[in-house]
C-alpha cells in the first residue's frame, strides 16, 4: 500500500504548480472581478501543460494515463485552486474535465468522442453538467423535463436552473451533460435519459444568467429547451439508465470538487502561517499565541485527513473503471460522498479562521482571503450534492438501504 504520488505525478504536480504560480496567481483578482470570464490565455496555458488532456486518451489528442486519470486530474485541480482562490477557474477547469474528458470517454458514442474530445482536450472547449430545475436539485427524481423520442431525435422541454458555463458554453463552445425524463412512468429506474447537449449546434434553447456571491469568473445560469430536437446520437450510454450514469458523474466531479476545496484551503492556510509569524502583538509574533496555533494544527490535521481519504476515492474510481470488478460502486460512493460532505465544510473553516487571524486586513479586498469563502460557499450551499444527501448516501451505501428513510 502506497501513500504517496508516483515520481510522474509528483512531476505534473510540479508543473502545475509552476505555471499556476507565475500565470494565474497574480490574476487571481482580475478573474474574481472580471466580467467577460476566465482570460484565454490562462485556459490555453492549461491545455499546453496538459492539464485539459489528463482524462482523455491519446487518440482523442490528450494525454491520459490510463488507470490513473482521475488522480491527475485531481492534483492538477489542487493545484489550480491553490493559485485561483475565487474558485472559478478551478470550478470551470473540474467540470470540464470531469463531466466532459472522464465522463464522456466512458458513455459518449464513439463518433461523438472523435467529435468533442479533442475540443475539450485543447481547452477551445468547455464541458458541464445540466441537471438541476427549479424543483429538483437534490431531488433528482423530482426534475420535470422531458425528452420525447421520434424518427431518431428527441425533443426536450423543459427548464434547468442553477448551471454553470452557461455562457461559456455559448460563447467558447461546448456543452453540458443533460437528464431527461425520457419515460415518467418508469421513474428513475428505466425512465431517465442523459445527452450530451451542445447549444450552438441545437435550435429552441434560450438562456437566462444568474449574479452570484461568488465564483465571479465562471457564469451560473438556466436553460429553457422549447421543442429543442437532440439527434439519437447524442445519448449517453443507454436510452432509460440516465440516472445511474448521471450518479457515476457526481462521483467524479464531487471528488474534484473535493480537491478545489482542499487546495483553496491549504493556500489559505500557507497564508494565514506567513502572515503570523510577522503580526506582532504584546511583543511577539501572534502566530505564538496557542489560541491561534492550536487552531491552526487542528485545521492542518483535517486537511491531511481529508488529503488522505481523497487519494483513496481518485485511486478507487480509477480501478473501477481500469479493472471492474476491483473496487465495488457503493464502496467509492461511500469515500467520495465522505469527501464532498467534509470537504466544502473544512475549507470554509479554514477560510474564516484565516481572515480571523488576519484581522481587519483579512476582512478588506486587498486580501484574497475574501474571495476564497465567498467561493467556497457555493459548494456549501449544494453544488455537486448537498451535505445532507451525502450523509445518506454513506448511511445507505455503509449500513443499508434499511436504514434510509423513504417517501
Not at 17 to 22: A, G, L, P, S, T
Not at 148 to 160: A, M, Q, S, W, Y
Request: with cysteine.
Amino acid at each position: 500500500m502506497e501513500f504517496r504520488m508516483s515520481d510522474e505525478q509528483k512531476a505534473f504536480e510540479r508543473v502545475v504548480r509552476e505555471y499556476c504560480q507565475k500565470n494565474i496567481e497574480p490574476r487571481s483578482r482580475e478573474i474574481d472581478e472580471a466580467e467577460a470570464g476566465i482570460p484565454e490565455d490562462m485556459i490555453k496555458g492549461l491545455a499546453d501543460i496538459g492539464v485539459f488532456g489528463c482524462t482523455i486518451p491519446e487518440e482523442y489528442g490528450g494525454s491520459a494515463p490510463p488507470g490513473e486519470e482521475m488522480q491527475y486530474a485531481s492534483i492538477a485541480i489542487r493545484e489550480i485552486a491553490r493559485a485561483e482562490l475565487s474558485v472559478s477557474l478551478p470550478v470551470y477547469t473540474l467540470l470540464t474535465i470531469g463531466w466532459g474528458g472522464q465522463f464522456l470517454k466512458l458513455y459518449a458514442r464513439e463518433e461523438l468522442k472523435k467529435e468533442i474530445l479533442p475540443k475539450l482536450a485543447s481547452g477551445e472547449w468547455f464541458w458541464g453538467v445540466c441537471v438541476t430545475e427549479p424543483g429538483g436539485g437534490s431531488d433528482v427524481a423530482a426534475i420535470k423535463s422531458t425528452a420525447t423520442k421520434k424518427d431518431g431525435k428527441f425533443r426536450i422541454n423543459g427548464e434547468k436552473a442553477y448551471i454553470s458555463g452557461v455562457t461559456e458554453s455559448q460563447v467558447r463552445g461546448g456543452g453540458h451533460c443533460g437528464l431527461f425524463y425520457t419515460d415518467r412512468a418508469r421513474g428513475i429506474k428505466g425512465g431517465m435519459t442523459l445527452m450530451a447537449l451542445i447549444p450552438n449546434m441545437l435550435n429552441g434553447v434560450t438562456t437566462t444568467t444568474y449574479k452570484e456571491m461568488g465564483r465571479v469568473g465562471l457564469s451560473s445560469g438556466g436553460f429553457f429547451y422549447s421543442g429543442t430536437e437532440v439527434p439519437e446520437r447524442y445519448v449517453l450510454g443507454e436510452e432509460g439508465k440516465g440516472f445511474y450514469y448521471c450518479m457515476e458523474g457526481f462521483n467524479i466531479a464531487r471528488a474534484l470538487v473535493a480537491s478545489a476545496c482542499l487546495g483553496t484551503a491549504e493556500k489559505c492556510l500557507e497564508m494565514s502561517v506567513d502572515y503570523v509569524r510577522q503580526r506582532m502583538a504584546f511583543g511577539q509574533p501572534i502566530g505564538k499565541f496557542e489560541g491561534i496555533s492550536f487552531q491552526m494544527a487542528e485545521d492542518y490535521t483535517r486537511l491531511e485527513m481529508l488529503k488522505l481519504l481523497l487519494q483513496k476515492g481518485c485511486w478507487m474510481i480509477d480501478k473501477h473503471y481500469s479493472e471492474p470488478s476491483s473496487v465495488a460502486q457503493k464502496d467509492i460512493n461511500v469515500v467520495i460522498a465522505q469527501c464532498k460532505w467534509m470537504a466544502p465544510l473544512i475549507a470554509v473553516e479554514v477560510a474564516q479562521h484565516a481572515i480571523m487571524w488576519h484581522g481587519a486586513f483579512g476582512y478588506t479586498r486587498e486580501c484574497s482571503l475574501e474571495m476564497a469563502l465567498r467561493g467556497l460557499m457555493s459548494y456549501v450551499a449544494g453544488a455537486e450534492g448537498a451535505t445532507n444527501i451525502m450523509k445518506l448516501i454513506v448511511v445507505r451505501d455503509a449500513f443499508g438501504s434499511d436504514m434510509v428513510a423513504t417517501r
